[in-house]
């Protein structure tokens, strides 16, 4: 597994110690998404120094301060389309090249990680995060029906408002503890739960799901 960072370098490597403990081959490697070079640079790693590639995650993306459109400037919209979307892209493209049947890969799957904010806009708080992550799905249909004959199936997980770090980002770090009534379960989700679910999109049970989005949302 390669694992990529943005800044956390004590995090990333506890990650990297936990999956080598358990039995598992593991490489942190610190690179932006938001830069076109960092990408093609972990994708050469990968291709140098891990097994074949059959699987994607596409998780990177920020969250900026909550505010209304009228007050957003350009470059805080350029920085969460460019990481949001445009960095989901180039990782999918670069992924598709190792992985496509038709160009000598073992096809494999693809999860992009969207948000239930995609369905509910986020109002008053992050428009352009919620747009960027409706771009994730309407992205997730497109690809999967282009790679579908190449052996590669492309789905999204769009969780609803889970427990990490992210709502600092946004000036609210306990945003989930706030809105949580809102959800039908009555309760925040946790990383663990949608990491369940990708993994499963990613498995052999999953294999006849291409181009499918799943909410990890606790009924919201």
């Known amino acids: 597994m390669c694992l990529t960072y943005h800044s956390n370098d004590v995090a990333a490597q506890k990650v990297v110690s936990d999956i080598i403990d358990g039995g598992g081959i593991a490489k942190a490697v610190k690179a932006d998404v938001a830069v076109e070079a960092d ?3 972990v994708f050469d790693i990968i291709k ?8 994607l995650v596409n998780n990177a ?11 957003m400037s350009f470059d805080r ?3 969460v389309f460019t990481t949001n979307i445009i960095g989901s892209f180039i990782c999918a493209r670069e ?4 992985m496509s049947a038709k160009q000598g ?6 999860v992009n990680i969207s948000s239930v904010a995609a369905r509910l ?4 708080e992050y428009v352009d995060y919620a747009a960027s992550k409706g771009a994730i799905d309407s992205f997730t249909i497109g690809l999967a029906k ?3 004959e190449e052996k590669i199936r492309v789905n999204a997980v769009r969780p609803g408002v889970i427990y990490t770090d992210i709502h600092a980002s946004g000036g609210e770090p306990d945003r989930v503890d706030r809105v949580k009534d809102a959800v039908p379960m009555k309760r925040g989700g946790t990383a663990v739960e949608v990491a369940n679910a990708v993994l499963w999109l990613l498995s052999d049970e999953a294999g006849y799901i291409t181009g499918t989005t799943l909410d990890v949302s606790g009924g919201r």
């Open 39 to 41: 990408i093609l640079s």
């Open 48 to 55: 140098q120094q891990m097994p074949p590639l059959t699987a």
């Open 61 to 71: 993306g920020v969250l900026e301060h909550h505010m209304s459109v009228m007050q």
């Open 77 to 79: 919209l350029q920085r």
């Open 95 to 98: 992924a598709v090249k190792v």
């Open 105 to 110: 890969g073992k096809g494999g799957g693809i």
């Open 121 to 124: 806009g986020s109002p008053h």
């Open 146 to 148: 282009e790679v579908a």
